[in-house]
């Protein structure tokens, strides 16, 4: 499939938001799916605060640690390990020794940056176990983006510039290092329809349609 007539979102109309609600979209999203892509147009959509990356700076103000520190961790379970292997130039401010540092820290000091923002009003996470961080909040709906191998392995090779091989590498490290960290952290199972509000396709209708729909969900879900 040729990606790039279903990933231009260069002509997207933007609907005026007339939900009440000022909602919380936490995105899960397989490598080369287009998570980020939809996730910043939803964004748009809402007029909403766009989280991915972006929540590592928030969580490395909260800890005091470097913001690079916690993107060599980025959804990886075995943070110990990492830790004990790291450079201490990774680390700001703070005494190493004086952090009791465990696997779960840098889980609870994104998990609070991540409640921080939300408390501040509409935002799309990206990932990072964000549904299950806001379960408690009742404006969070949940999206699982999917797409066909072949479809994420295309956009791979397109974007990225490797070969088909590589990128199928690529998809399968990455979504299992995102399933252990969100099947070990949330108690759920990364990619299962019962994790989630709503499971989409995105290689079916392309990111620009995709998004539509999920908004069209959103809208709906949120009407009074």
């Not at 590592?56 to 379970?77: V, Y």
């Not at 940056?113 to 509409?122: L, N, T």
């Not at 999206?143 to 490797?162: H, P, W």
């Amino acid at each position: 499939m040729n990606t790039s007539d279903t990933n231009n979102t260069s002509g997207h109309q933007y609907t005026k938001d007339t939900t009440t609600v000022a909602p919380i979209i936490c995105i899960g999203r397989q490598l080369g799916s287009g998570g980020h892509d939809i996730g910043r147009m939803l964004s748009l959509d809402f007029h909403a605060e766009y989280y991915d990356k972006e929540i590592l700076k928030l969580a490395a103000q909260e800890s005091g640690f470097s913001k690079e520190f916690f993107e060599q961790n980025d959804e990886r379970h075995g943070f110990l390990r990492s830790v004990f292997h790291a450079r201490t130039s990774h680390l700001s401010g703070n005494n190493f020794y004086q952090n009791n540092f465990s696997q779960e820290s840098l889980f609870k000091f994104q998990s609070d940056a991540i409640r921080k923002a939300a408390a501040k009003g509409a935002c799309v996470f990206v990932g990072r176990c964000a549904d299950y961080v806001l379960r408690d909040f009742n404006n969070v709906v949940s999206v699982f983006i999917t797409a066909s191998l072949q479809f994420r392995v295309d956009n791979l090779v397109n974007r990225q510039g490797v070969a088909p091989s590589e990128a199928r590498k690529l998809i399968e490290q990455g979504e299992r290092r995102r399933a252990e960290y969100y099947n070990y952290y949330t108690g759920k199972r990364w990619g299962g329809a019962e994790s989630y509000n709503l499971c989409v396709d995105s290689s079916i209708l392309g990111f620009v349609e995709t998004e539509k729909l999920i908004a069209a969900f959103i809208r709906k879900r949120f009407a009074r």
